[in-house]
């Protein structure tokens, strides 16, 4: 049994979602190198993920896909909540950026969008504003 199967709702199967994701983009382009473990590490810590559940998540045969939502909305929903783990010690680094850029277009952004859309997020996390009001600003282009 796929091991989010054990979360049917709330805030950890989300998270455990986020993390299996992370760790599919860490491994996209073969091994998880030293750097991507350390911020995986950071992750599982700021998602609350635990040993059992970091060891299965990082079994070679379970990849878990970035589910793309077709409504842009759900897509800006999914990158406000990722923002919200990352900010969750008040910064972001240069792999954690690397992570969200990744991230952000395995959600369906096009490269030069995501980058725009990571540059103002940054902008605003590093105040505080609800998802009603970020999505408004991310629309405005």
């Known amino acids: 049994m796929p091991i989010l ?3 049917e709702h709330g805030d950890h199967r989300k998270n ?21 473990k350390a911020i995986l590490d950071k992750f599982a810590f700021k998602l609350d993920i635990t040993e059992a559940e ?3 998540v990082m079994k070679r045969e379970n990849k878990y896909p970035i589910e793309t939502p077709h409504s842009g909305e759900k ?5 406000y909540e ?5 900010f969750s010690d008040h ?3 240069a792999q954690e950026r ?4 990744k991230y952000a277009i395995g959600l369906g952004f096009p490269p030069n969008i995501a980058s725009q859309i990571i540059e103002k997020s940054i902008a605003i996390f590093t105040g505080r504003i609800d998802f009603e009001d970020y999505h408004r600003i991310m629309q405005k282009g």
């Open 54 to 56: 970091y060891k299965e």
């Open 5 to 7: 199967d054990l979360y």
């Open 75 to 79: 897509r800006y929903q999914r990158l």
């Open 16 to 36: 455990l979602a986020h993390f299996a994701t992370l760790a599919t983009l860490a491994a996209v382009d073969g091994e998880i190198n030293p750097e991507e």
């Open 82 to 86: 990722f923002f919200q783990i990352i």
């Open 91 to 93: 910064e972001i680094d």
């Open 98 to 101: 690397k992570i969200v850029e």
